[in-house]
């Protein structure tokens, strides 16, 4: 949620003459600000729930992270605010289709073994809180490209870590 903020702050910094504002989010980028964040967590999370039953977890969750880690690629290597708030858009409903899988994953039994629910369930809790964690202070705390950069390498990284995880069809 601080990513874009801090991408359309960096894009007006750049493009406006009047530097009096020192480049702050006003107006209508608001609205755009709540449209991707809001519109497309909903969308991602009714999606999600869909592709739930009908696509095994792990290439689901390959196919979301390669089109993540694609889009955060976009906001690299094409300048602009159409391109950055189309990326950012993307990016928010294939997030908010994977949290929605894995939220499921962490109460399904039958994916970790009744020996093993509670260990496994409570790992994947805690690797979200420290992703979580980790994002929010590189938004927070990084240059904004430097940000992208950052979560770029990550979500490639995950794509390799959607791979490395055995296949369910969450029954």
Known sequence: ILLLPSLL???NQQTEEDQECGGAVHGTQYLIIALISGGANMAGRILGGLLTDRVQFRTSQTILAT???ASYGVLLAVKG???MEVAM???KIGFSMMSME???LMINIRYFGRDN???YSGI???VGYIGTTTGTAMAAFLEPYTAVLCTCVMS???VFLALSIGNSSHE
Request: one cysteine or more; aromatic letters at 12%; glycine letters at 0%.
């Open 81 to 83: 605010t159409l391109w």
């Open 102 to 104: 894995i939220s499921m």
């Open 117 to 119: 629910f509670d260990m």
């Open 67 to 69: 089109i993540v880690a």
């Open 9 to 11: 702050r960096y894009q």
């Open 89 to 91: 858009t993307v990016i």
């Open 124 to 126: 994947v809790r805690a």
């Open 156 to 158: 490639c990284v995950q």
